[in-house]
């Protein structure tokens, strides 16, 4: 009944930069941490950035960053639309990976942890 669907992988170029998405939908009563997680092909997955809820009166909360992507990426979310962005800039060859959305939602009257499928991020010349 939940869903968590990524948008915004591409091919980019070295220096570049690209914005994801990820929309939450379906049987929503609320929408707590959020966070982007990524893995490249024979490596562990990464927690990239965390955001924590900011309720109705902000769209998000306090961030949190892996120190391979701080001062280039950057996490936030509109809870009007259960959405999450991760803004990257300055990409390079390293970034290349699947990239997840992954978000703990309380759905009808239970809190569990919701995945996305992937998007695919390559940064190559």
């Known amino acids: 009944q939940v869903q968590l669907v990524e948008s915004g992988g591409a091919l980019v170029q070295p220096g570049g930069s690209l914005r994801l998405s990820c929309a939450a939908s379906g049987s929503i009563r609320s929408v707590n941490t959020m966070r982007w997680y990524r893995q490249a092909p024979g490596k562990q997955r990464e927690l990239v950035a965390t955001?924590?809820?900011?309720?109705?009166?902000?769209?998000?909360?306090?961030?949190n960053y892996a120190d391979s992507v701080k001062g280039r990426f950057t996490i936030s979310r509109d809870n009007a639309k259960n959405t999450v962005y991760l803004q990257m800039n300055s990409l390079r060859p390293e970034d290349t990976a699947v990239y997840y959305c992954n978000a703990e939602i309380t759905s009808e009257a239970y809190r569990l942890n919701y995945w996305g499928q992937g998007t695919q991020v390559t940064v190559s010349s």
């Open positions: 955001i924590s809820s900011g309720g109705s009166i902000s769209s998000g909360g306090s961030t």
